[in-house]
């Protein structure tokens, strides 16, 4: 079956930035001190960008949706046009282990943030690796 014209509108309408987990997540980290640059690559020459990216820490954070990276508590899949999502959610998680291999080995932290998470223990866990790579 393939997907309808309702759900792909839907799908289509998405946000890939700024989404209300990415905002939440950041008034977080700024109400705990943290500055931070947003949608930046944190390596040149890797084409992944980071939604919050602590350059002098080099942690850069990740905020991953339940459904398109597969979640291991939230994930479904579709039953309408099941081969695409599983191919589509399977190689956004192959694309992430990817991005965190990549990061690591340049010496950066990747963290991953799923958007069920809850934005202030989120901040609190994030700041705690910032300042440990700080110091």
């Given at each position: 079956m393939?997907?309808?014209?309702?759900?792909?509108?839907?799908?289509s309408r998405q946000r890939a930035r700024d989404t209300g987990?990415?905002?939440?997540?950041?008034?977080?980290?700024?109400?705990?001190?943290?500055?931070?640059?947003?949608?930046?690559?944190?390596?040149?020459?890797?084409?992944?960008?980071?939604?919050?990216?602590?350059?002098?820490?080099?942690?850069?954070?990740?905020?991953d949706g339940c459904f398109w990276h597969g979640c291991p508590e939230h994930a479904t899949w579709p039953k309408r046009n099941a081969e695409f999502w599983r191919t589509k959610i399977e190689t956004n998680q192959r694309r992430d282990r990817d991005t965190d291999e990549r990061l690591t080995a340049e010496g950066w932290l990747p963290v991953r943030v799923w958007e069920h998470e809850?934005?202030?223990?989120?901040?609190?866990r994030v700041r705690t690796l910032v300042k440990d790579r700080l110091t």
């Open positions: 393939d997907t309808t014209a309702a759900t792909s509108l839907r799908m987990t990415e905002v939440a997540l950041r008034r977080a980290l700024h109400a705990l001190g943290l500055r931070y640059r947003v949608h930046r690559r944190p390596v040149r020459g890797v084409r992944r960008e980071a939604d919050v990216v602590f350059g002098p820490a080099r942690v850069a954070v990740f905020v809850d934005p202030t223990s989120a901040a609190a």
